[in-house]
């Protein structure tokens, strides 16, 4: 009987070690869930209440206005491409100058910047020269800007195509004829028998 009395009296123990261990484990785990849930709401919070003013009307920056670059050598136009660190001018197509040995060449088809649906072409040579003005050309891809300076305007093209054509001496030219266009052709960077045609369309005029 004592027997017994002690074999109950270690189960009971033993069942309320186990039940306090349980207590005292839920109690922890509990308090962990609790923290773990606090966190991911004060996440939450920091995610959507930041120190950004809400329904504030954003104020532009002023456009900062368009200031002509100088030109002594008395060009038509300035062709800039900024990506390509390229500035140069242009006579118009009946000056002496206006040949592909000298300069950037305003080709005879072309049309003048301020004309609706127009193309001003360009042409000038690629490669290692002094008159190498188009050699980089081939770093430019669709998307990127050119601009031309004329009669105190300066008129923002986006390139829209590039592809090449055999050299031949002909180049046809592929295009909107309904938007104003800027043509710029020059040969293909290490290919001798081709030439590459970049199609820029107006984007805007200043």
């Not at 009296?9 to 609790?34: E, H, M, R, T």
């Not at 050699?135 to 105190?152: F, H, P, R, S, T």
């Not at 293909?188 to 369309?201: E, F, L, P």
């Amino acid at each position: 009987m004592s027997k017994l009395s002690n074999r109950t009296i270690v189960i009971i123990a033993f069942i309320a070690i186990i039940g306090g261990l349980l207590i005292i484990s839920s109690d922890y785990l509990k308090g962990k869930k609790d923290r773990a849930y606090q966190k991911i709401n004060i996440s939450l919070y920091n995610e959507s209440h930041d120190n950004t003013p809400q329904n504030i009307e954003q104020i532009e920056e002023p456009e900062e206005p368009y200031v002509p670059t100088p030109n002594p050598n008395g060009y038509l136009g300035i062709l800039t491409i900024d990506k390509v660190n390229l500035q140069q001018g242009f006579y118009d197509k009946t000056n002496e100058h206006n040949n592909v040995s000298e300069n950037l060449t305003f080709l005879s088809p072309s049309n003048y910047p301020d004309e609706k649906k127009g193309n001003v072409i360009l042409v000038a040579h690629s490669g290692v020269t002094r008159i190498a003005y188009f050699k980089n050309l081939y770093q430019l891809k669709v998307g990127d800007i050119a601009k031309i300076e004329y009669k105190g305007h300066l008129y923002t093209y986006k390139i829209d195509n590039i592809y090449n054509e055999t050299k031949d001496g002909n180049v046809t030219i592929y295009r909107d004829t309904t938007k104003q266009t800027l043509t710029m052709i020059t040969c293909t960077k290490n290919d001798n028998t081709k030439q590459t045609i970049y199609i820029a369309y107006l984007e805007s005029v200043k």
